[in-house]
């Protein structure tokens, strides 16, 4: 069994460029959740995708956008990145939709300059 | 709004001791995750509590809840290095809510 894997590890971007984060889910879940992890807090939901659709946002702007593809693997972009955005993005998938256990991928570390 | 509080978010202890962690939650949950966190790492899931007087338990470490008191607790057993990590606890509400974590630090 496949676990949640995140790409890429690290990224280091300038303020007003566009970043896109990948996620491929564990193997057979198909909702995937992203999260914003700053450094020394807990992390804060941006949005779900369940079967390709958003199903569920938190308190993020539009910039932050996502996509989920038929294989259940996701990606979440960034667009006019801000240096508050630099921090953890964790992906985690699920079995179905909702409040089911996530299992967490590594993350991608992003640092804004 | 659903807030999650935990207390402490800092400890310090030797090994050997026994010590607990709290998280409350302002309203109500079906569902409550208690996850551990290495420097620099993900998320790994310990424990998920579905219903009031739940209580699970995993080597050193125990966790209860009480969703009366809307109240939940991690108990660390006679302490271990290895248990120094970040814990935190979240509660879901269609979308997790998390706490702001527990840094624990064991020191032999």
């Known amino acids: 069994e496949t676990g949640v894997t995140q790409s890429p590890t690290h990224l280091i971007k300038t303020r007003g460029q566009q970043v896109t984060l990948r996620c491929s889910s564990q193997?057979?879940?198909?909702?995937v959740s992203w999260y914003q992890q700053a450094l020394g807090q807990g992390p804060q939901f941006i949005f779900q995708?369940?079967?390709?659709?958003?199903?569920g946002r938190g308190n993020f702007p539009p910039r932050f956008s996502g996509l989920q593809f038929p294989n259940y693997s996701s990606e979440l972009n960034v667009n006019a990145l801000e240096l508050d955005d630099s921090a953890l993005y964790l992906c985690?998938?699920?079995?179905?939709?909702?409040?089911?256990?996530?299992?967490f991928g590594p993350g991608t570390r992003l640092l804004v300059l | 709004e659903l807030k999650v509080e935990q207390n402490p978010l800092f400890l310090s202890m030797q090994e050997g001791k026994n010590y607990t962690i709290y998280c409350n939650y302002s309203?109500?949950?079906?569902?409550l995750y208690w996850y551990r966190q290495d420097p620099g790492k993900s998320l790994e899931s310990l424990f998920v509590?579905?219903?009031n007087g739940a209580v699970k338990q995993e080597g050193r470490l125990m966790a209860s809840l009480d969703t009366k008191a809307r109240l939940s607790t991690l108990h660390i057993t006679a302490a271990v290095h290895d248990l120094s990590a970040t814990y935190f606890c979240?509660?879901?509400?269609?979308?997790?809510?998390w706490g702001a974590g527990t840094k624990l630090i064991i020191k032999p």
């Open positions: 985690a998938s699920s079995l179905r939709q909702g409040n089911a256990a996530q299992y």
């Open positions: 193997s057979g879940h198909n909702t």
């Open positions: 995708y369940y079967r390709e659709e958003e199903n």
């Open positions: 309203t109500t949950s079906d569902r």
């Open positions: 509590l579905l219903s």
């Open positions: 979240a509660v879901s509400n269609y979308q997790l809510i």
